[in-house]
């Protein structure tokens, strides 16, 4: 059975909390404190993670490398959904430094071990794929099953399969054991959406079939959705919940753009493309190729969309037949078999799951859409999903519970002088969820009289809190264990010899200048001026997140020994004069071959929540190419840098007032991106122009279009 086949039920609701006066005793056991402090507690936390990492390294143990390279990466995961953090510099640093190190070693290694990450392991294939000897390997056509969706064997596929019958075979029987969990749920969205049900396979190579996955570029759930395509689609994220997580409301996204991409490129393999890289990618393709083939086309594609085809043909067919290539004897999950209560209001998961009688691990699983110990507050009727069989006694315990264990929330009256920051402070809560609790913004002027809602956590909710602070307390404890250690072998007095040593960071080829901090510089600053990492500075001198540099300090920085001199010169110039070293250093990717009009090369800043994604589509082209333009090894970013991009139209021009540099525009090209209700009909009323000229603008053989497809609107008169 599955969740929709089950019946809704009684509405269970929490009762009002009391208004607050001076009980501040309640908050005692809060676990809350405000945003940066929390931040800075999991960079740090990350951060010790990195360090043990590094060490491992050194020490040549891979399985301790692997394993705390991905922890790290965890907690900097936690620290996404705090408000705004794509704007935070620690954040965006500290997780370009954790990757980059990891790709790097993930080149010098023979294998993963199988703690390490989906995106991890794509990593390794990528890099490994081309270099396989598939010599002895035969797969006769009489495997190949019936589907819809062309599962070609070929050089390609064949290397795909050895892989993930070699090193990537601890993966696959994870996949092939959580496909029996989450399987019969996608295919029965996918069969309702009338796509073919090989496409749930698709999910393997995508996430692992791991429902709260979040990729290095900001891709989360069994789908991979960055937040905008996520929106496009009714998929909501807050500091709450995150409904690309969902596992139902995310495939019933996914089958949608699939069905949208199908219907405009007529061909699974290119929507794979476009899934992975974008439709962009696929009009340069075939552009470039004169070809609508994946296979004459592939050597035009980015890495790791070329070889994302193989890897879906690959883990389709070991999936569908897995006794054909030594899988027999894994054992497929219990499917996911549960029911819904509806809830409102902010009530912990240990009380919900002692009311179900199940636990609180049993009620993530069921809601990975939940990212916090709660369900989200001013959200009436919550859709909790439940172990089947058990909503009658659900609603029976829940009714039982008194009522001074369901107070999730109380009321404060404002009184004259008081601020959302003093009131966050004296509540030991972050700002930001007062804000979204009761709907105001940091504009908001308080009036005095007036009532906020405080979400405070009652004695049973405090149980779980207190357990998840239990596994961060110990993680802190670590990172200061090796903080000490640090101090300690930096003193001249006699001690024992630590059980975690200082990573080495004086490599061969690297000298050391004592850089003393002036009155106005941050680390940020001196990273740049050096060209060093932020994180590097802080690990070299044993700073932790959180604590800020100070006028008259001595930083140690190792830089290249061939540039010692050039770098000594630059510790002595002013702040203003050091500025200028930096801004003459950042020059004008050169454009590629068949981009030389220099008139098209546009300098885009970088927003506040903007990402690569974003940008990519606002000038229709690809992630990749942005990336290589701007020398990125990674795709983050951070809010105010600049980044050039070559766009064939010139200037953007904003589609809502077709302004360009802030001058009315009567003509020019226009990308409009495709909402959600759109049709051709409607584009062209909305520009006065005619359907059958959009279709031609843009090489349209039908009416049909999908949402985040981009169309290009001529307003120059072509009206032909």
Sequence with gaps: ??????????????????????????????????????????????????????????????????????????????????????????????????????????????????????????????????????????????????????????????????????KGRGHMEEWIYRSGKYFPVMSRIFAEEGLPPELVYLSMPESGLNPVARSWAKAVGLWQFMKYTGSLYGLRSNYWYDERRDFEKATRAAAKHLKDLYNNLNDWHLVFVAYNAGPGWVRRAIRRTGSTDFWEMRHRLPRETRNYVPQYIAVTLIAMKPEAFGFGSVQKGDSLAYEYVTVDDCIGLDLLAECAETDVETLKELNPELTQWCTPPNYKGYQLRIPYGKSVLFAEKFAQIPDD?????????????????????????????????????????????????????????????????????????????????????????????????????????????????????????????????????RNWNNIPYGRFIYPGQSLKIWVPEERYEHYKNIAALSFAEKQNTVKASRVLPEP??????????????????????????????????????????????????????????????DEENGKQNGQTKSTGTITHIVKKGETLEKIAEKYSVSIANVKKWNGLNTSRIFIGQKLIIQRNGDQT
């Design 405 to 537: 264990k369901k107070y999730d929330f109380a009321t404060h009256i404002v009184k004259r002088g008081e601020t959302i920051s003093g009131i966050a402070t004296r509540y030991k809560l972050q700002q930001s969820i007062l804000f979204e609790v009761n709907k105001i913004s940091k504009r908001t002027k308080l009036k005095i009289g007036s009532t906020l809602v405080i979400p405070i956590q009652s004695k049973s909710v405090a149980a779980v809190v207190d357990a998840q602070r239990k596994k961060e307390i110990e993680d802190r404890e670590r990172a200061k264990r090796i903080r000490e250690q640090q101090r300690t072998l930096a003193s001249s007095s006699p001690v024992k010899k630590p059980a975690i040593r200082r990573v080495d960071y004086e490599p061969a080829g690297r000298m050391k200048i004592v850089y003393k901090v002036k009155s106005g510089e941050t680390i940020g600053h001196i990273a740049e001026w050096f060209h060093v990492r932020a994180s590097h500075i």
């Design 1 to 166: 059975m599955y969740a929709l086949d089950f019946p809704r039920f009684d509405t269970v609701t929490t009762q009002a909390a009391p208004v607050l006066q001076e009980q501040d005793s309640l908050l005692a056991d809060s676990s809350s404190v405000d945003d940066e402090m929390n931040i800075s507690e999991l960079l740090e936390i990350a951060r010790g993670h990195y360090l043990a990492a590094l060490q491992a390294q050194t020490e040549g143990d891979s399985a301790t490398t692997a394993g705390e390279f991905e922890e790290a990466i965890k907690h900097l995961n936690e620290a996404s959904y705090f408000p705004d953090v794509e704007g935070n510099a620690d954040f965006n640093e500290l997780t370009k430094s954790v990757v980059e190190d990891y790709e790097k070693y993930i080149a010098t290694i023979d294998s993963l071990g199988p703690q390490s990450s989906i995106f991890a392991l794509r990593e390794k294939l990528n890099l490994e794929i081309e270099k396989i000897d598939i010599t002895n390997i035969q797969i006769p056509q009489s495997l190949l099953p019936k589907t819809e969706v062309p599962l070609h064997i070929n050089e390609y596929s064949t290397r795909a399969i050895a892989f993930f019958m070699g």
């Design 592 to 653: 590629k071959e068949e981009r030389k009009d220099a008139s098209n090369w546009v300098r885009h800043k970088v927003k506040r929540g903007e990402t690569l994604e974003k940008i990519a589509q606002k000038y229709d082209v690809a992630i990749a190419d942005i990336k290589s333009w701007n020398k990125l090894r990674t795709s983050r970013i951070n809010a105010g840098a600049m980044l050039e991009i070559y766009s064939p139209g010139g200037t953007d021009i």
